[in-house]
């Protein structure tokens, strides 16, 4: 049996993975400050500890650690927002290279808002434009550690992922919520291109690259059609057969994420994301459609 670690894995993403990959015949065991579970392991993502044994003989290390960007971003957040994506990063890196037998092949989380604001030009691997601010700056900073460690005997792989949809979790839910409230329409102008990916796709991808040996770098986890803020809003609203959704003016969403204690970026900037790379290794999506994967999810 496969053994696969996923150190942060006791939040959303982390759940769908343990349970896709539990189904498919693996054994995944799960890095957590809280652990409760038989196949939980403590890890504080600040000190190496006994890391190194957890690592040593497993097939793949699956890096999912870092403060939630979900908060609003003062000094306090983006300090822990750095280090725990970093200095868990290279806590990591170090303890694969000292295990005996390292892990075949560590993918770490990264982001697809790594890449600037687009209404128009889609972002690739290839040719994104990777622009200048704290949520840019972060994912440069998250990627530049997981790169600049020499892991000889490890493929690496860094994921650039979208807005998962989820059944218990992700992007969905808050949205979900506003339009069960009559608040579901378009956020802005809504013309903001929202890139996004189901969640049994997400875990589908993740095992794509970790079974091709020959693939490693960026990934960009998303459909290869972004839908827009105002399509998404109908959608949602259709599908839970709710007849009409306020709309929010900029203005609007402002005070709302400071009265909720986030950032109005999450739903303003424009993600126009495209997997360039999954799609031209020849991995195809079960949910390409939002029509049909809020029905699904819904």
Known sequence: MKTIVIAGG????????????????????????NPIRENDVYWNAKDLGDLTDHLNGIDALINLTG????????????KAIYNSRVDS????????????????????SSTATIYQHSLQKQMTETNGDIGDDFSMNIAKSWEKAFYSITNPKTRKIALRTSIVMGKHGGGLIPLKRLTQFGLGGKQASGEQKVSWIHELD?????????????????????VKNPTNNKTLMATLRKTLGIPFGISHPTWLIKLG?????????????????????LLHEGFQFLYEDIDLALQDLL
């Open 10 to 33: 006791s939040g959303f993403l982390g759940k769908v993975l343990e349970t896709y990959f539990t189904k498919e015949g693996y054994h995944v065991n799960i890095l957590t400050r």
């Open 67 to 78: 403060k939630s960007v979900d908060c609003r971003y003062n000094d306090s957040n983006k």
């Open 89 to 108: 990063t290279n806590l990591l890196g170090l303890a694969i290279n000292l295990c005996e037998t390292p892990p075949k092949v560590w993918i770490n």
């Open 202 to 222: 997400f875990a589908r991808a993740v095992q794509f690259l970790l079974e091709d040996k020959t693939l490693k770098g960026n990934f960009n986890l998303s």
């Open 257 to 277: 994420a400071w009265l909720i204690g986030t950032e109005a970026e999450l739903v303003l900037k424009s993600r126009n994301v495209i997997p360039e790379r």
